[in-house]
Nanobody, 123 residues
Framework: QVQLVESGGGLVQAGGSLRLSCAAS?????MGWFRQAPGNEREFVAA????????YYNDFVQGRFTMSRDNGRNTVYLQMNSLQPEDTAVYYC???????????????????WGRGAQVTVSS
């Protein structure tokens, strides 16, 4: 079975940085990151294509977050810089088993989900 395991979450002060990792046990997928804060709906953060040739970002993280992947390790990363309290949320890794080299901001495109990593940013 496909399993996704997130790591790297924690508590940081505003302006700090964190790097999230997501290790996939199965084959290579198009990958995405989503986040959900208490009382809010899940929202798109970033996505990267199967080959890593193209990445996509929500406007509210553009220029601060960078998504990358290492297909040799079957792992994707989310480097988060200039973190702000409004970035506090549970961050979820997701895999899209689409045969195309494809990136999507729609959660319904994703077939597998990790259990989430807590990111807390204090002021």
């Amino acid at each position: 079975q496909v399993q996704l395991v997130e790591s790297g979450g924690g508590l940081v002060q505003a302006g700090g940085s964190l790097r999230l990792s997501c290790a996939a046990s199965g084959r290579t997928f198009n990958m995405g990151w989503f986040r959900q804060a208490p009382g809010n709906e899940r929202e798109f953060v970033a996505a990267i294509t199967r080959t890593g040739g193209t990445s996509y970002y929500n406007d509210f993280v553009q220029g601060r977050f960078t998504m990358s992947r290492d297909n040799g390790r079957n792992t994707v990363y989310l480097q988060m810089n200039s973190l702000q309290p409004e970035d506090t949320a549970v961050y979820y890794c997701a895999a899209d088993d689409d045969p195309r080299d494809y990136g999507s901001s729609w959660s319904g495109d994703y077939d597998y989900w990790g259990r989430g990593a807590q990111v807390t940013v204090s002021s």
